[in-house]
């Protein structure tokens, strides 16, 4: 048993610092591949229900993109505070990429 804790808190202390560095590919993952799709395209059943458009394909600039992120647009919440402005950036970038 307290081998067990000890393993466990060791592995979540190798796993810290990979979660700090978290890129934009992480980060879309975690904030918003729930409305968006894993894979950005808008397949799943919620994107699907909130009629997101296929993020890979965007017509929107980068700059654009980032203030979607930042201001929310219609059934999107914004961001802005819940991401630093470097994370929301690093987003824009990832999304004008085609997610990539
Ligand atoms: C609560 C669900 C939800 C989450 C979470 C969410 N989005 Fe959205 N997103 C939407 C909806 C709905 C739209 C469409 C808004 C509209 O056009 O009215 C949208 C639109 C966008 C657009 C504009 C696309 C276009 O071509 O007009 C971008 C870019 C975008 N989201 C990026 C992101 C990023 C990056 C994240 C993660 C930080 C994210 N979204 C998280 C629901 C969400």
Redesign the pocket.
């Known amino acids: 048993m307290m081998r067990k804790i000890v393993a466990v808190t060791l592995s979540s202390l190798l796993v810290a610092p990979a979660a700090l560095a978290a890129g934009p590919a992480e980060t ?1 993952q975690a ?2 591949a ?3 799709g894993k894979d950005g395209k808008g397949q799943s059943d919620m994107a699907k229900k ?4 296929d ?1 890979t394909s ?3 600039p980068q700059a654009e ?1 980032q203030k ?2 930042t201001d929310g ?5 914004p ?1 802005k505070g819940k ?1 630093s402005d470097a994370e929301i950036a690093g ?1 824009a970038k990832f ?1 004008a990429g085609g997610l990539k």
């Not at 909130?50 to 458009?53: A, E, R």
């Not at 647009?73 to 919440?77: A, P």
């Open positions: 879309f904030k918003c729930a409305c968006h909130l009629g997101v458009k993020l965007t017509k929107l993109i979607v992120i647009k219609g059934k999107m919440t961001w991401l987003l999304v």
